[in-house]
């Protein structure tokens, strides 16, 4: 276990990279003279370089062992964080956002596969759920904790803050972990391979456009909340988002296994999902505690449709699970990218922030008609 520990301590150095960013807009700004569209790029090119580096240096990183290759990673992701934090120009901030993308891209499914390798039969499950308990810790409690503190001392801190802990799990890799080999993860062409077929083509397709919908508008919370709210609290509604995304990791394979009907439970998350985007400007106008909800609703749909979507890849590639489930994080990723870019052309254009989540109720519902057309279609 004390192996895993490092690796769940990177877990959470990533989860509080990947969402922290979005808190630190408006400080960002301040500091550049810029605005939340161009600071929002971070996020961008942070997601893109996610969703890439991978399959991208999979061939590359073949003959490396998986010890080798979590050092590399988190050497990467560490010092991209150091320039991060000496960042003097949204420039240079853009660049090791992209590099800390690419060592984050590279860890992270190392990480589980790595996990898996060092657990017994019996007990692979609760290790990833160990690893991933990092991540979603990342972001529970990670992010409002950064953000306080970037409150009194400043944004750049929140990377120092990473770097430090990027550190602290990569001391525990250079000096308490074992060589191990195991398949690198499937490449770009093999991932792509895949959308020859109709029904895992559509299934990674909706990934994509959920991603882009869900965690293209989260970047843009700050700004809705400026619209919306008096004196907004966005480290809170950040963490009521993650308390929901951490009740859904810990309750959706549950309910998965107990249905048995991962599609019918997407058409359930993607009807909630449209009627909380729809919602949300009017929630907002609610009293505490009752304007955090639909943040909540949307954290836990916004969390739970990445398994269900891996379970139906499973089902419908039988020999070839891996390989659909590695393309569909690598979209869910790329989404994110779309989406924050997207996001950025529309605001850019005087597109008004309190439509953002009725553009995204739009797109939603239309990704519910996908998605009830494929299931009635397969069965």
């Not at 919602?279 to 909540?296: A, D, K, Q, V």
């Not at 924050?340 to 008004?352: E, I, K, M, P």
């Amino acid at each position: 276990m004390n192996k895993l520990l490092f690796l769940s301590i990177g877990m959470f150095s990533l989860g509080l990279d990947a969402y922290i960013t979005t808190g630190l807009l408006p400080d960002i700004g301040q500091s550049f003279g810029t605005n939340t569209v161009q600071n929002a790029q971070t996020i961008t090119v942070f997601t893109l370089c996610y969703a890439l580096s991978a399959p991208f240096f999979s061939t590359i990183l073949a003959k490396w062992s998986i010890r080798k290759v979590l050092i590399l990673a988190l050497f990467i992701f560490t010092l991209a964080n150091i320039l991060s934090a000496l960042s003097i120009s949204l420039e240079m901030l853009l660049f090791s956002r992209a590099i800390a993308g690419i060592g984050a891209g590279l860890f992270s499914p190392m990480a589980s596969s790595a996990a898996v390798a060092l657990s017994k039969e019996n007990n692979k499950g609760k290790a990833l759920g160990f690893i991933f308990a990092g991540m979603s810790s990342g972001v529970v409690i990670g992010v409002p904790v950064g953000l306080n503190i970037a409150t009194y001392l400043g944004w750049q801190n929140c990377f120092w803050i990473i770097t430090f802990i990027g550190i602290l799990s990569l001391c525990g890799l250079l000096f308490n972990f074992p060589n191990l080999f195991i398949p690198p993860p499937p490449s770009l062409k093999k991932r792509l391979s895949l959308l020859t077929q109709a029904y895992t083509a559509t299934t990674v397709y909706i990934t994509f456009l959920i991603a882009m919908i869900s965690l293209g508008l989260y970047s843009y919370i700050p700004t809705l909340l400026q619209q919306t709210v008096e004196a907004p609290h966005t480290i809170l509604y950040l963490w009521s988002w993650g308390v929901g995304g951490v009740i859904a990791s810990f309750t959706i394979g549950i309910v998965i296994d107990k249905t048995g009907k991962p599609e019918l439970l997407m058409i359930g998350i993607l009807i909630i999902l449209t009627l909380t985007f729809f919602l949300l400007p009017t929630g907002l106008s609610f009293n505490e505690p009752w304007t955090f909800l639909p943040f909540i609703i949307w954290g836990a749909m916004g969390w739970s449709y990445l398994p269900s979507q891996q379970h139906i890849l499973f089902s419908i590639n039988s020999s070839n699970g891996a390989v659909a489930v590695a393309l569909n994080s690598s979209f869910n990723y790329l989404g994110s990218s779309v989406g924050t870019f997207l996001g950025g052309l529309l605001l850019v254009s005087d597109f008004n922030p309190l439509q953002l989540p009725y553009f995204s109720a739009g797109i939603c519902f239309i990704i519910l008609l996908i998605q009830i057309f494929i299931t009635f279609k397969q069965n």
